[in-house]
């Protein structure tokens, strides 16, 4: 599993919007970032909680879907919440505009 | 408070026609203060549902994040994707509008 994150970092590096980039767990504990602490734990925090929540609202609009990602468009930045099977990934980039 | 919904709507309807003609399965407008749905394309119970999850309990959510994160920082839009379609949810002040594709 952390062959696929190093190699997913390493290929976020070179993209020039990103501006971070933080792994979390199920248990909310950012394994990786490329933040400095405080804030990787904050948005760990807070992103799991979204992922939960969001998770829950694609259900019970229809049972049959399943929620794969999100955007987070904020007036500075946007944020890339996508959940995958073992922890979920939160990318943090400048949008292009 | 619904007078001038329904102006902002009746002003946008050639933008409403040209969401609805293009790949959108379809689109709800819904008031902030009483949570009640302005103008849908779909069905009056669906877009109830899709207006009390969504806009009521996710946007309100991803907001408290958002400046929770950074207190100058404010939520411009969102979009959630799932496997059939995306929902796009745009909050404004007076009114939130969601479109599915």
């Known amino acids: ?97 | 408070m619904n007078r001038v919904l329904e102006d902002v709507i009746h002003k946008n309807v050639a933008n409403t026609e040209r969401i609805t003609a293009e790949n959108t399965v379809g689109y709800v407008v819904s008031d902030n203060a009483s949570g009640s749905v302005a103008a849908t394309s779909f069905d009056n119970t669906t877009a109830q549902g899709i207006v009390k999850h969504m806009n009521g309990l996710l946007v309100g959510l991803v907001q408290s994040a958002v400046r929770d994160l950074d207190p100058t920082n404010k939520l411009c839009y969102l979009r959630v994707a799932s496997r059939k379609f995306e929902y796009l949810v745009a909050p404004e002040d007076m009114f939130t509008i969601t479109v599915l594709q």
Request: aromatic fraction near 8%; charge should be negative; proline fraction near 2%.
């Open chain 1, 1 to 97: 599993m952390s062959a696929e994150v190093e190699e997913m970092l390493k290929r976020f590096s070179t993209m020039k919007n990103i501006v971070g980039i933080v792994v979390v767990d199920y248990d909310g504990i950012a394994i990786k970032s490329t933040l400095d602490n405080t804030m990787s734990v904050h948005y760990a925090a807070h992103m799991q909680l979204l992922t939960e929540k969001a998770r829950q609202v694609i259900l019970d609009l229809d049972a049959t879907n399943e929620f794969t990602s999100m955007r987070i468009r904020t007036t500075y930045f946007e944020i890339i919440l996508v959940p995958l099977e073992h922890y979920f990934i939160v990318v943090l980039q400048n949008p292009c505009d």
